[in-house]
C-alpha cells in the first residue's frame, strides 16, 4: 500500500520502504510519513494501544540522501542498526542517518515492550562509520522561525513538492526587511545546522551537494521541510 505521504496524484519516486506491523509504506522523494499510536500515517504501538508510545512520536524524510527522523513525542526514540549499535533521538530532536541503507525506529512502551519499524533506504549517501546518525537539537529565534517559514511559504501554501521557494527578495519583502539582512541571518541558520552534520549547506564542503547549489538557498528550504522545523501552522506568523 502507499501512505498518505505519497498522493496519488504525484509520480512516486521511492526512497525508501517502511515496514510496521506487518504492513509495508512507500517514502516519496519530497514527503514526509508521520508515525505515532493515533492520527498518522504509519499506527506506531496503536494495536493494542501503547499509552507509553505518543500520539504522534515522530516523522520520518529524506533530504539529500540521507533519512531524516524527528521526535516529536514525549519520549526517547532509539535508531537500531544493522550492525548492533544503538543511537538515542531524545525529545524534541532531529537525527539524521545518511550512511545507513537499513534500520530500525523503536519505541519502548508498557512493561518494556518494543515497537519497532524498519526502515530501507534506497537512496543513501555512503559516508565515514562514525557519521552515520547525527542527532540534532534545533533552536531557531523568533526571526529565524519566521525567516524560514518566509522561505517555505510557496510550498507550505499549495502542498506542492515542486514550487519554488521564495527568493531572499521576496523574503525581504514579505517580512519588510533588507535583503542582505535576510542573507546574513539565513547564512547563520545554515552555518549552525551545517555544525550539527546537514550535509550540503557551506561553500566549503565537498561533494555534488555544495556544487549544485551555490546559493543554497534551495538545500536549506528542503531540509527545513524534511525535518518538520516549519508546517502549515507557522503560516499564521507572517499573518
Request: charged letters at 25%.
Amino acid at each position: 500500500m502507499v501512505a498518505r505521504g505519497v498522493p496519488d496524484a504525484a509520480p512516486l519516486v521511492v526512497v525508501a520502504r517502511i515496514t510496521a506491523s506487518g504492513r509495508r509504506w512507500a517514502l516519496g522523494a519530497g514527503r514526509r510519513l508521520t508515525f505515532g499510536r493515533a492520527g498518522c500515517d504509519i499506527p506506531f504501538g496503536a494495536d493494542p494501544q501503547d499509552l507509553l508510545v505518543s500520539r504522534r512520536a515522530g516523522t520520518l524524510a529524506e533530504s539529500e540522501g540521507a533519512i531524516v527522523i524527528s521526535n516529536t513525542g514525549r519520549h526517547p526514540l532509539l535508531v537500531l542498526t544493522a550492525d548492533g549499535d544503538t543511537h538515542r533521538i531524545l525529545s524534541p530532536a532531529t537525527a539524521v542517518s545518511a550512511g545507513l541503507a537499513e534500520f530500525q525506529i523503536v519505541a519502548v512502551g508498557t512493561d518494556g515492550e518494543r515497537h519497532g519499524i524498519g526502515v530501507v533506504h534506497y537512496r543513501r549517501q555512503p559516508v565515514a562509520r562514525e557519521q552515520d546518525t547525527v542527532q540534532l537539537i534545533v533552536r531557531l529565534t523568533q526571526t529565524e522561525r519566521l525567516l524560514l517559514v518566509a522561505l517555505c511559504e510557496p510550498r507550505l501554501r499549495t502542498g506542492d513538492n515542486h514550487a519554488p521557494f521564495a527568493t531572499y527578495r521576496e523574503i525581504a519583502r514579505r517580512v519588510n526587511r533588507d535583503d542582505n539582512y535576510v542573507r546574513s541571518r539565513l547564512a547563520t541558520v545554515r552555518s549552525n545546522l551545517s555544525g550539527q552534520g546537514v550535509p550540503g549547506l557551506l561553500r566549503d564542503e565537498p561533494g555534488p551537494a555544495a556544487r549544485r547549489l551555490p546559493d543554497y538557498i534551495v538545500r536549506l528550504g528542503e531540509w527545513v521541510l524534511a525535518a518538520g522545523l516549519v508546517t502549515v501552522v507557522d503560516l499564521e506568523l507572517l499573518a
